[in-house]
């Protein structure tokens, strides 16, 4: 046995002590003696089964090199290989890995969706299909597993969601606190959303529309609700969105999303609107 399998496999050893439940379907005690040399190659190819042999590779690259989880890594390229060979490789059943719950429901419109969607989106179905399975490596895991569950499930969704096409939507709305310009970690993160979706629709213009609720005078308002708009525009160029791709407006108290009587806090009025148009 070469002495690199010999460390291999002491590492592996550890690395299951570590790490709860740590056995994937398909893994196996043999393959471990080939897995090195064959993550030292490039795998993968054209079409979704060409684009899954990538990412299943990529799959055991981490679980191998980065968790230290050279039996783990066996069931990824054991998926790996069979999608190159032109195998139909499915994503594994949340049943297959003792997992229940909110993943046992969903696994039906998983299998669904990817199927409908591999031909037109390969390679975002792929990925999808490899993080769904990274994610029930995860749930199996915890707690203490590794990779981290939420960090897992944040990946798939992320690949689901360009798998089925779905796209972002047109209109955004950013909230304040009670006479305040300033932006809340929420508000940063919408904007953010912003800005992905900026760059995926390839929008052209952007309207920008500051509002108040009902407390104070109308005139004191209306400036509070051309504050706000800029300070989200401000906030969008700062993430490299175009000054001249936006038109900036308040309204004051005029367009009360939740009608109240005057002088009345009402925080889902104290917003700013952000449209994108092509």
Not at 65 to 80: C, E, F, G, P
Not at 94 to 116: F, K, M, R, T
Not at 125 to 138: F, G, I, K, V
Not at 205 to 221: C, F, I, K, P
Request: aromatic share 6%; proline share 4%.
């Amino acid at each position: 046995m070469k002495t690199a399998t010999k460390l291999m496999l002491a590492v592996s050893a550890v690395a299951l002590a570590a790490c709860t439940k740590p056995d994937l379907p398909g893994s196996n005690l043999g393959g471990t003696f080939t897995a090195e040399r064959f993550l030292e190659q490039d795998h993968g190819g054209s079409g979704f089964n060409g684009a899954l042999a990538k990412e299943y590779t990529e799959l055991a690259r981490r679980s191998a090199n980065k968790d230290q989880r050279w039996y783990n890594a066996t069931a990824y390229i054991a998926k790996a290989e069979a999608a190159e060979a032109g195998a139909d490789v499915g994503p594994w059943s949340p049943e297959s890995l003792g997992v229940s719950g909110e993943a046992a429901n969903e696994y039906d419109a998983v299998v669904a969706a990817i199927l409908a969607n591999r031909g037109e989106r390969p390679e975002a179905c792929a990925r999808a299909q490899a993080m769904w399975d990274q994610y029930l490596e995860a749930l199996r895991g915890q707690p203490g597993g590794c990779p981290d569950p939420e960090d897992a499930r944040a990946l798939f969704d992320e690949a689901m969601l360009a798998c089925t096409g779905v796209s972002y939507g047109n209109s955004f709305v950013v909230y304040f606190g009670f006479n305040r310009t300033n932006l809340t970690d929420t508000a940063r993160a919408t904007l953010d959303e912003v800005v992905e979706a900026v760059q995926a629709l390839s929008t052209q213009a952007l309207s920008v529309v500051g509002h108040t609720d009902t407390v104070g005078s109308y005139e004191y308002n209306q400036g509070l609700s051309e504050r706000r708009a800029r300070r989200v525009a401000d906030a969008l160029v700062e993430r490299g969105v175009p000054r001249g791709a936006m038109t900036l407006a308040g309204r004051g108290e005029r367009e009360l999303a939740v009608p109240t009587p005057d002088n009345t806090r009402e925080p889902l009025n104290r917003r700013v609107e952000i449209t994108l148009s092509q």
